[in-house]
């Protein structure tokens, strides 16, 4: 099994810009998880999901979106790309919303 | 007042030291508890949950007192490898959501 996996693992954006950050999982887990981590902050909450289908806002969704058509697939959309989006951006999946699995993690930068 | 409150250190100890960490949450209606380690620039790991009766696997010894609210980590026999971050992390009921604390930076040097 491959786990959870994000997709890029670096990406450089221009302000204004649009893009997807791709997160899979192959552990048929029901509900996943997008999070950012500021550099010396602890993971800020940014939706969620526990479904197909069904998907929530988290402690920071401003400026995100997601989507959730199947149990394997959240990928999380940024529209209009800003300097305050730079982070790191993890994905997690969990069977029972106990412990967490997490992906490797995509780093963002926005100019 | 955030949920999840941790001493961020870092703690600086020599190889073989006991450590412990303690980590407070504020809402009462807490049911589960856990310890993660997270490694400079890689994604966070479950170390270990957190049981009322308290747990050890192996050197680590985790606590939980409700009635304080707070959760504990100790290391015993701490070794290089155990340098890291290690997160506080803590559900409510019946929420799908974990709160996440922002580390307790550990170093072990030779």
């Known amino acids: 099994n491959a786990g959870v996996t994000q997709t890029p693992k670096f990406r450089i954006l221009k302000i204004g810009q649009s893009m997807t950050l791709q997160c899979a999982q192959d552990?048929?887990?029901?509900?996943m998880y997008w999070y950012r981590q500021d550099p010396g902050m602890g993971l800020k909450l940014i939706y969620y999901s526990v479904g197909a289908g069904i998907t929530d806002k988290g402690e920071v969704p401003n400026g995100y979106n997601v989507s959730r058509s199947t149990t394997e697939d959240f990928p999380l959309r940024l529209e209009l790309a800003a300097p305050s989006q730079t982070s790191v951006y993890f994905c997690?999946?969990?069977?029972?919303?106990?412990?967490?699995?997490f992906g490797p993690g995509t780093r963002l930068t926005v100019l | 007042r955030k949920e999840v409150e941790q001493d961020p250190g870092p703690f600086n100890v020599p190889e073989g030291a006991t450590v412990a960490f303690n980590c407070t949450y504020s809402?009462?209606?807490?049911?589960?508890f856990f310890w993660y380690r997270q490694d400079c620039r890689k994604e966070p790991k479950l170390l270990m949950s957190?049981?009322?009766s308290g747990n050890e696997d192996g050197r680590f010894t985790a606590q939980l007192n409700r009635a304080s609210q707070y959760i504990s980590l100790l290391i015993r026999d701490s070794k290089l490898s155990d340098s890291a971050t290690y997160l506080c992390?803590?559900?409510?009921?019946?929420?799908?959501?974990?709160?996440f604390g922002s580390g307790t930076r550990l170093l072990v040097r030779p």
């Open positions: 957190v049981y009322s």
């Open positions: 992390v803590v559900k409510s009921g019946s929420s799908y959501k974990l709160i």
């Open positions: 997690a999946s969990s069977q029972r919303g106990n412990e967490q699995f």
């Open positions: 552990m048929n887990h029901n509900y």
């Open positions: 809402n009462s209606a807490s049911q589960s």
